[in-house]
């Protein structure tokens, strides 16, 4: 447990995606064709949050896919053929659907860009928002998350670690020294 701030809780991290869920719901005028994709690693477990919140509020059932963009990823010089869809899970087609970008933190918006490129390979979707749970800003990309559940402003010396429970065995939000 050494870090610099707790800056969520797990009781902060559930209020938060419970509020992104109700925006999501409010700016969508309900749930019909939205899909949630999270960016893998922990944008995954968050979505199946949202998901579960939205089946709560609504009861209606949402879509969880996920993406791995490591294979997008713009600082790779060489991507081997056919190994662009190898690590995604699209549950249906994008195709007319209001997909639901979900990660953790953003940070440069490069992530994000690989992960709405990953969605184009899927198909068209008719829009593209972005929900995380973190933004920590310095964007090096015009990118704006549609929802936000805590902005942060760090340094470039500074990283927000976030736990969840499937991964890590405990839910919260942490900003920790970058390791010189």
Do not use: W
């Given at each position: 447990m050494n870090y610099k701030a707790l800056l969520?809780?797990?009781a902060q991290m559930r209020r938060s995606l419970a509020r992104i869920t109700h925006e999501i719901i409010e700016k969508n005028r309900g749930c019909e064709n939205i899909m949630l994709i999270g960016v893998k690693r922990r944008g995954i477990h968050l979505a199946h949050i949202l998901a579960d919140n939205i089946q709560k509020f609504e009861g209606v059932s949402v879509p969880v896919g996920y993406v791995d963009i490591s294979l997008?990823?713009?600082?790779?010089?060489?991507?081997?053929?056919?190994?662009?869809?190898?690590?995604?899970?699209?549950?249906e087609s994008v195709k007319d659907r209001t997909v639901i970008i979900v990660d953790d933190v953003i940070y440069t918006g490069r992530t994000t860009r690989a992960a709405i490129e990953a969605v184009f390979a899927q198909g068209r979707p008719r829009a593209i928002q972005l929900a995380v749970l973190i933004d920590r800003g310095h964007r090096e990309l015009p990118i704006k998350p549609d929802y936000v559940g805590k902005n942060v402003p760090t340094s470039h010396d500074e990283v927000i670690s976030v736990g969840v429970e499937e991964l890590d065995g405990y839910f919260r939000v942490v900003l920790e020294d970058r390791a010189k």
């Amino acid at each position: 447990m050494n870090y610099k701030a707790l800056l969520m809780d797990e009781a902060q991290m559930r209020r938060s995606l419970a509020r992104i869920t109700h925006e999501i719901i409010e700016k969508n005028r309900g749930c019909e064709n939205i899909m949630l994709i999270g960016v893998k690693r922990r944008g995954i477990h968050l979505a199946h949050i949202l998901a579960d919140n939205i089946q709560k509020f609504e009861g209606v059932s949402v879509p969880v896919g996920y993406v791995d963009i490591s294979l997008y990823r713009d600082d790779l010089t060489e991507i081997p053929s056919g190994a662009a869809a190898a690590d995604c899970n699209f549950p249906e087609s994008v195709k007319d659907r209001t997909v639901i970008i979900v990660d953790d933190v953003i940070y440069t918006g490069r992530t994000t860009r690989a992960a709405i490129e990953a969605v184009f390979a899927q198909g068209r979707p008719r829009a593209i928002q972005l929900a995380v749970l973190i933004d920590r800003g310095h964007r090096e990309l015009p990118i704006k998350p549609d929802y936000v559940g805590k902005n942060v402003p760090t340094s470039h010396d500074e990283v927000i670690s976030v736990g969840v429970e499937e991964l890590d065995g405990y839910f919260r939000v942490v900003l920790e020294d970058r390791a010189k």
